[in-house]
């Protein structure tokens, strides 16, 4: 059984479009997630789409755990380890994002489209680990 896993992870590990996925996803919720803590570079959306993110950043505790979770699954996307874990963490985040930009903000809407795609391949590849969770007991 061990054998199997390891073959499973070493064809992963050679296949350039799940690394690209992984690398791209890695990059962009890291960097979203220190720049959540740090602004170091300013967003802005449309009136709505503002308005929607003073609230959720006048949390005291909701943004800055949406900004922890998105650089731990970054960080473990991007070492390539844990991948099943950050694809967890991150499966209610990207479902926000998407539903913030389809409702609130389309302009980036073709962006948060390609990261949706990445992050469904990387979960598609790993789609036997989630199978008994979708097992009727």
């Known amino acids: 059984n061990l054998k199997v ?3 499973e992870q070493y064809k992963r590990a050679k296949n350039k479009k799940y690394n690209l996925s992984c690398i791209l996803l890695g990059m962009l919720f890291f960097a979203m997630g220190v720049n959540g803590f740090f602004e170091i570079e300013k967003i802005t959306f449309s009136p709505r789409g503002e308005f929607f993110l003073g609230y959720l950043e006048a949390n005291a505790w909701l943004w800055p ?3 922890f979770i998105q650089v731990v699954a970054g960080l473990l996307l991007l070492l ?3 991948v099943p874990l950050a694809i967890l963490l991150l499966g209610p985040i990207i479902a926000n994002i998407l539903a913030f930009h389809i409702c609130l903000d389309l302009v980036r809407l073709p962006y948060i489209l390609v990261m949706t795609f990445a992050y469904l391949y990387v979960a598609y590849v790993h789609r036997g680990l989630f199978k008994r969770f979708l097992k009727k007991r």
């Open 5 to 7: 896993i390891l073959s």
């Open 65 to 67: 755990m949406i900004n």
């Open 80 to 82: 390539r380890s844990y």
